[in-house]
């Protein structure tokens, strides 16, 4: 079977759906599989201070 890519727009749309699904079954791990890279760097609003790493982030979002 030949590789097929998707459009740009359907990977993003691909990637934003897996957050969801990532967050609404706590399969966190999910998040460093398969939404962020490696060195992601994000603050969320739950307390405004910087997170870097996909590990951190993902346990900080687990710890919400």
């Known amino acids: ?13 691909n990637t934003i759906a897996l957050y969801c699904i990532a967050l609404d079954t706590k399969q966190f791990d999910l998040l460093g599989d398969k939404v962020f ?4 760097e994000a603050v969320y609003p739950f307390d405004g201070k910087a997170i870097n790493g996909v590990d951190a982030l993902a346990k900080r979002i687990e710890e919400r």
């Open 1 to 13: 079977m030949p590789f097929i890519p998707i459009p740009p727009h359907e990977a993003i749309r």
């Open 37 to 40: 890279t490696k060195d992601v």
